[in-house]
């Protein structure tokens, strides 16, 4: 059974730094890539990043590139979001998930999810 277990979450103020975590278990997850997304109130939710598990190639949305970084520890089966330079407009529940086969951006191609961490910026 594959779990996803999200923690880091707080509130902050902006220009502020927080940095997310997601434990995963149940399987080894080389060949799956990980993802987080986030989901504001009254929004859809979005794709933020996502790493090759594997390779350890990232992916941003254009929303967080340079300010967000996603990575992996192999050894202790986590992945991060370093998440930098907060804006009150990345006020969100995160979410961390997992999915086989090639990087998607959609919410639907993602198998397993966390139960999410909630973010608040102020300003």
């Known amino acids: 059974q594959v779990q996803l277990v999200e923690s880091g979450g707080g509130l902050v103020q902006a220009g502020e730094s927080l940095r997310l975590s997601c434990a995963a278990s149940?399987?080894?997850?080389?060949?799956?890539?990980m993802g987080w997304f986030r989901q504001a109130p009254g929004k859809e939710r979005e794709f933020v990043a996502a790493?090759?598990?594997?390779?350890?190639?990232?992916y941003y949305a254009d929303s967080v590139k340079g300010r967000f970084i996603i990575s992996r520890d192999n050894a202790k089966n986590t992945v991060y979001l370093q998440m930098n330079s907060l804006k009150p407009e990345d006020t969100a529940v995160y979410y961390c998930?997992?999915?086989?086969?090639?990087?998607?951006?959609?919410?639907?191609?993602?198998?397993?999810w966390g139960q999410g961490t909630q973010v608040t910026v102020s300003s």
């Open positions: 790493i090759n598990w594997s390779s350890g190639s990232t």
């Open positions: 149940g399987r080894t997850f080389s060949g799956y890539f």
């Open positions: 998930a997992a999915k086989t086969g090639g990087l998607r951006r959609d919410t639907w191609a993602y198998d397993y």
